[in-house]
């Protein structure tokens, strides 16, 4: 576990905010940059996330491997701080669940222009 991805809400009470940036790999294949910040308004735990990442993935029309980046992703969380009962939030499962949501199952190389597209064509659906 990441001990960067965590937000203690005793830090939280003390300070106005905290501001995090950090790497996080997931699944061996995807680097993920996460920044943003936290705080806290009245009994609600607010962060603010951005998200960020490169990935390699092997390409459905070339079967060549292949670099991507993603958009980056803005989001907010909220939480009810009783909802919170060890006082440490731990980002990972959002970031986890946001790189899932964004990543397409089946990807080609060249932003969706494979080179060898002209090649299986004929074998595509209009
Ligand atoms: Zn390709």
């Not at 990441?2 to 905290?18: C, G």
């Not at 996080?24 to 607010?46: H, K, Q």
């Not at 980002?91 to 080609?108: G, H, K």
């Amino acid at each position: 576990m990441n001990p960067d991805t965590k937000i203690i809400l005793r830090d939280l009470f003390r300070n106005e905010e905290r501001s995090f940036d950090f790497h996080m790999p997931f699944d061996d294949a995807i680097d993920v940059r996460a920044w943003g910040r936290a705080y806290l308004a009245e009994n609600t735990l607010i962060i603010h996330l951005n998200i960020e990442y490169t990935g390699k993935a092997v390409c459905i029309i070339c079967n060549e491997k292949f670099e991507f980046k993603s958009r980056r992703k803005e989001q907010y969380i909220t939480e009810e701080v009783e909802n919170i009962p060890s006082g440490v939030y731990n980002l990972e499962n959002d970031i986890r669940d946001a790189v899932i949501l964004e990543t397409p199952r089946y990807q080609e190389c060249c932003d969706g222009k494979c080179p060898d597209r002209t090649f299986v064509k004929k074998y595509l659906k209009p």
